[in-house]
C-alpha cells in the first residue's frame, strides 16, 4: 500500500524558533498534500493544501506567513512553523493521496509540536 | 453545506461483542464515504471506502460498513470486536477531488 513518510515525530524547541516539517510519499507522486492540525481529542483540521509546483491553499483562519508550505517535488511537502510560540503547540499531520476523488488519503504519523 | 455527523463521542464495548460506531452525512450528488482508524499518537490508517454499488463493504482488519442512502448513513460495523480495536475512529467524506471533510471522531473502547 501507499506510505507516507513524516519528520520529525516529535520536536520541542523554545519560542521563537522557527520548525519545519517534512512529508514524504514514498511509493507513488502526490500533486497534491495536505496538512492538517489535530488538538487532543478533537478531530482533524484541514490548514492548507499544498500543490506541487505552486502556492499552497490555506484554510480560513490560517495564516499564512505563519505556516509556510513548500511543495517543490512530486514526493515532498514541508510545513514550517515560524516563530513558533506556545499556543502553537500541537500534532501536525500530513496526508497525501492518488488523484482521483474515490483515492483514499495516507497519512503521516504525524508531529508533535512542543513549545516551551 | 457538505457535513459529516459523529453523534457519539465514545462507544464502549466488551470483547467478543458486535459493535457499531455511527455516522450520518449531507453532501449533494453521490458521497464518497471513507472509515480511518487513529492509534495513541500516531497518523490516520486508511480502512474502507464506499463509491459506487453493493452497500456493504467490507474493509481491514474484519471491519464493515453499511450505507444507506435514505438515512444518510454509513455506520461502521464488526461482528466480534477486539481490545486492539480499541482507537479514535473517523468518518470522512470526499466531496470533490483534493478535499476531504472528517467527522469530530468516536473513540472505541473495547473491554477485556
Known amino acids: 500500500g501507499a506510505v507516507v513518510s513524516q519528520h520529525p515525530s516529535w520536536v520541542i524547541c523554545k519560542s521563537g524558533t522557527s520548525v519545519k516539517i517534512e512529508c514524504r510519499s514514498l511509493?507513488?507522486?502526490?500533486?497534491?498534500m495536505f496538512w492538517y492540525r489535530q488538538f487532543p481529542k478533537q478531530s482533524l483540521m484541514l490548514m492548507a493544501t499544498s500543490n506541487e509546483g505552486s502556492k499552497a491553499t490555506y484554510e480560513q483562519g490560517v495564516e499564512k506567513d505563519k505556516f509556510l508550505i513548500n511543495h517543490a517535488s512530486l514526493t515532498l511537502s514541508t510545513l514550517t512553523v515560524t516563530s513558533a510560540h506556545p499556543e502553537d503547540s500541537s500534532f501536525y499531520i500530513c496526508?497525501?493521496?492518488?488523484?482521483?476523488?474515490?483515492?483514499?488519503?495516507?497519512f503521516g504519523d504525524g508531529t508533535r509540536l512542543s513549545i516551551l | 453545506a457538505q457535513s459529516v455527523a459523529q453523534p457519539e463521542d465514545q462507544v464502549n464495548v466488551a470483547e467478543g461483542n458486535p459493535l457499531t460506531v455511527k455516522c450520518t452525512y449531507s453532501?449533494?450528488?453521490?458521497?464518497?464515504l471513507f472509515w480511518y482508524v487513529q492509534y495513541p499518537n500516531r497518523g490516520l490508517q486508511f480502512l474502507l471506502k464506499y463509491i459506487t454499488g453493493d452497500n456493504l463493504v467490507k474493509g481491514s482488519y474484519g471491519f464493515e460498513a453499511e450505507f444507506n442512502k435514505s438515512q444518510t448513513s454509513f455506520h461502521l460495523k464488526k461482528p466480534s470486536a477486539l481490545v486492539s480495536d480499541s482507537a479514535l475512529y473517523f468518518c470522512?467524506?470526499?466531496?470533490?477531488?483534493?478535499?476531504?471533510?472528517f467527522g469530530s471522531g468516536t473513540r472505541l473502547s473495547i473491554q477485556p
Open positions: 470522512a467524506v470526499s466531496p470533490r477531488a483534493s478535499k476531504i471533510i
Open positions: 453532501v449533494s450528488g453521490n458521497p464518497y
Open positions: 511509493d507513488f507522486q502526490a500533486t497534491t
Open positions: 496526508s497525501a493521496g492518488r488523484t482521483g476523488r474515490d483515492q483514499p488519503q495516507h
